[in-house]
């Protein structure tokens, strides 16, 4: 049973708000994320696959204000921590050298942050909060075309396709360690230690790029009679390019706008008109005239 769903598509619209926005220096943190989430999404896919007999809770892209777990496992036996790993080439472990590589089929080796050691960061900060249950890990390739090199003796690091093996050896190696209404009241705790951080950019706001892009050619549309019009492609919005300029806003500058800054951020002049096409996007608001300001909600 999934407790907890992968929330990674709030980082990825994020991102592609900025890029669109002026900031092309986050393309290739996007394609990293895309990357990552068709990883994360294969890998997910094997629980259902399974079929397992036992009664057990994933929690996806677990988090508190200091770890970021890929996957909780739990069951009444052990937790697993899965950290999924999506990476092209071949990959070493270096244990003594807390080192981590991996090797381009044209001889170009990488360096990152080793995965060991994320993941027993995060058996720690489990172990200290979830009593009377064995705290594992795994690291889970995404790629089936990863080739997995040197790894230290007797570390659970394997492919996708191991995934069901490793997790079926462990349900035959532990025994029964909580009952069901203990098992129930971990699920919970789990969920109250989770907290959602809100994706943000370190951008300057003022480099936000303005304008109603067209969802065609991404061009400035003109506000003309009634609607925005694309002079490139001539494409005429039916609500969708300026509920995008909205979204854009809320992402990266503010969920709240006012009468003045809609006319800045839409680039109209006229304040009849802003009230107008707020009312028609018909966001909440609060406060009286000069002061009234909408919650964006598209
Ligand atoms: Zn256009």
């Known amino acids: 049973m999934i407790v907890l769903q992968?929330?990674?598509t709030v980082q990825e619209?994020?991102?592609?708000?900025?890029?669109?926005?002026?900031?092309?220096?986050?393309?290739?943190?996007?394609?990293?994320?895309?990357?990552?989430?068709?990883?994360?999404?294969?890998?997910?896919?094997?629980?259902?696959?399974?079929?397992?007999?036992?009664?057990?809770?994933?929690?996806h892209d677990f988090q508190t204000t200091m770890h970021q777990i890929d996957t909780i496992?739990?069951?009444?036996?052990?937790?697993?921590?899965?950290e999924i790993k999506n990476i092209a080439g071949r990959i070493?472990?270096?244990?003594?050298?807390?080192?981590?590589?991996?090797?381009?089929?044209n001889g170009i080796v990488h360096g990152f942050r080793n995965p060991l050691d994320q993941v027993r960061r995060h058996q720690r900060m489990l172990q200290e909060v979830v009593r009377g249950l064995p705290i594992l890990y795994a690291i889970v390739l995404a790629l089936p075309k990863t080739i997995i090199g040197h790894i230290p003796q007797g570390e659970p690091i394997f492919h996708r396709s191991g995934l069901e093996f490793h997790i079926r050896k462990l349900l035959t190696q532990y025994a029964v360690r909580l009952s069901s209404p203990a098992l129930q009241d971990l699920v919970t705790q789990?969920?109250?230690m989770h907290t959602i951080h809100k994706a943000q950019l370190n951008i300057d706001k003022a480099r936000v790029r303005t304008g109603v892009l067209c969802v065609q050619c991404q061009s400035k549309m003109q506000y003309?009679?009634?609607?925005?019009?694309?002079?490139?492609?001539?494409?005429?919005?039916?609500?969708t390019?300026?509920?995008?300029?909205?979204?854009?806003?809320?992402?990266?500058?503010?969920?709240?706008?006012?009468?003045?800054?809609?006319?800045?951020?839409?680039?109209?002049?006229?304040?009849?008109?802003?009230?107008?096409?707020?009312?028609?996007?018909?966001?909440?608001?609060?406060?009286?005239?000069?002061?009234?300001?909408?919650?964006?909600?598209?």
């Not at 496992?73 to 921590?81: E, G, N, T």
């Not at 003309?224 to 609500?239: A, N, Q, R």
Request: proline fraction near 1%; charge should be neutral.
């Open 6 to 8: 992968r929330e990674q």
């Open 13 to 59: 619209h994020l991102l592609q708000a900025a890029i669109r926005r002026g900031f092309s220096e986050y393309k290739d943190k996007l394609i990293r994320l895309q990357q990552g989430i068709i990883g994360e999404r294969y890998v997910d896919r094997s629980w259902h696959d399974m079929q397992l007999e036992e009664a057990y809770y994933l929690f």
């Open 73 to 82: 496992f739990l069951c009444a036996k052990f937790i697993l921590i899965v």
């Open 92 to 105: 070493d472990f270096d244990e003594d050298r807390h080192q981590f590589t991996r090797t381009l089929e």
């Open 190 to 192: 789990l969920l109250q």
């Open 224 to 239: 003309h009679s009634g609607h925005f019009k694309c002079s490139k492609c001539d494409y005429k919005d039916d609500g």
């Open 241 to 298: 390019s300026l509920k995008q300029a909205m979204r854009d806003y809320c992402l990266l500058v503010d969920e709240w706008i006012t009468n003045e800054e809609f006319r800045m951020f839409v680039e109209i002049k006229s304040g009849d008109t802003a009230k107008y096409l707020l009312k028609k996007l018909g966001f909440p608001y609060e406060g009286e005239k000069r002061w009234r300001r909408y919650l964006i909600t598209c």
